[in-house]
């Protein structure tokens, strides 16, 4: 099966693997059609064992590679690690600016984030947690776009992003369809809303590895803007939800959790 898989060119695979993580956040957002709401405890753990999955991610999977074929092609190491880190950034803080979001812990007299709209509740919450996804999706992308490089383990060490990816994309999903659904949308329509935020990454995920294909230089560039978007989305977002109740330590923990198992992804396929 492996085999087959490894035979496709790198913008199908990073297609494949963006539907995949799409079906761990669908798979998540269909907790929906079993429970009414999310246990505290257990919302602000699942934040942040994805907090710790993504900062795992943006370091063993992206931004080392990036410095690692920096250095292979005689460059000054960290130069595009540095230009490509800041600029995944800014990208997210661009995002938020032009992108009208409420965050699903905003306080009442926040109302929202971007410019000034009319839209619902349930859909700048849909909008946020798809902000989260781009950023996901093109990392999928990137690293899989790295097989061109000739690295014989960078395609195993993209199949560990996807799974921890798609692991950190079922609580994902139902922290979108829960409240969503507790706000008055039916279960089917909050279903739709949480795993339709997640279409962006297989789309997403295909951009990045043409983009990386079509301009193979720009690799350690890719890379590091992937990990530098994500990283802005853990600490503007991820970890201050996961924070925000008296779950500090459990959500703590959950980050370290997460972080350790996608670090062991990394490092035994990679």
């Not at 595009?80 to 009442?108: E, S, Y």
């Amino acid at each position: 099966m492996f085999e087959w898989f490894s035979q496709l060119s790198p913008v199908l695979q990073a297609g494949l693997a963006g539907l995949f993580t799409w079906a761990m956040t669908a798979l998540g957002a269909s907790v929906v059609f079993l429970f009414k709401s999310v246990n505290t405890k257990i919302l602000n753990t699942m934040q942040g064992f994805a907090a710790g999955v993504m900062i795992a991610a943006s370091f063993w999977s992206l931004l080392a590679p990036a410095i690692e074929f920096s250095e292979k092609a005689g460059n000054t190491a960290w130069i595009p690690a540095a230009i490509g880190f800041l600029a995944g950034g800014m990208f997210i803080r661009m995002l938020d600016v032009i992108i009208p979001h409420i965050h699903p812990t905003a306080q009442p007299s926040h109302v929202h984030e971007g410019p000034k709209t009319n839209l619902k509740k349930s859909t700048l919450l849909f909008l946020a947690i798809t902000m989260h996804n781009i950023p996901e999706g093109l990392a999928l992308g990137v690293g899989f776009g790295g097989v061109v490089s000739g690295n014989s383990q960078m395609l195993m060490a993209a199949v560990g992003l996807a799974i921890g990816i798609g692991i950190q994309n079922i609580p994902e999903g139902s922290a979108l369809s829960l409240p969503i659904h507790g706000d008055g949308k039916s279960k089917w329509r909050a279903f739709h809303y949480g795993h339709g935020s997640a279409i962006v990454e297989p789309i997403f995920a295909m951009v990045g590895a043409a983009a990386v294909l079509l301009i193979t230089p720009i690799l350690p560039y890719a890379l590091a803007f992937a990990a530098g978007a994500m990283i802005f989305v853990v600490v503007e977002e991820l970890i201050p939800e996961s924070q925000s109740s008296d779950n500090t330590d459990l959500a703590t923990l959950g980050l370290m959790i997460g972080f350790t198992i996608m670090m062991i992804l990394d490092v035994s396929l990679g």
